[in-house]
């Protein structure tokens, strides 16, 4: 809690900002080579702090469950969004710092890949959390 505020809903809107948004400058940075010094760097911290932020709304959320009940879709799609946004950020740690040209190649694609996996997971899971909240609404 912070401020008797479950910290569930404030992180997730991290996940929902950090991920795409490191996805964006990660694909940008393997495909364009002279956005490679801006997006690169950028789009690595992103990743990694995006990864944390699903950690601790999966963390979070669990804990939060006690009080709100089980929104059974949004949970589906909570722990693919942590292992793939925590993909993208290894993968693109690596593409970052290794230095062999067919290795930077290959972890590249593994980067796109999974940059394009935490969007789909990070879409689906925000999706379902804001139809478990509001979805009764009109």
């Known amino acids: 809690m912070i401020f008797d505020l479950p910290i569930h809903p404030l992180v997730v809107h991290a996940v929902v900002i ?48 006690d009080y709100v009940g089980t929104p059974e879709e949004h949970i589906r799609w909570g722990l693919p969004t942590v292992y793939s ?30 940059a394009i996996a935490a969007v789909t997971f990070t879409v689906l899971a925000g999706h379902s959390g804001a139809e478990a909240v509001w979805g009764g609404l009109t």
């Open 85 to 114: 946004s925590s993909s993208m950020a290894l993968t693109a740690l690596l593409w970052f710092f290794i230095r062999h040209r067919v290795a930077r190649s290959v972890f590249g694609v593994l980067t796109i890949l999974s």
């Open 18 to 65: 950090l991920v795409p948004l490191a996805a964006l400058l990660l694909v940008l940075a393997v495909c364009v080579p002279r956005l490679r010094g801006v997006c690169g760097p950028l789009g690595v911290i992103l990743a990694v702090l995006g990864a944390i932020s699903a950690v601790v709304a999966d963390q979070s959320g669990s804990i939060l469950t």
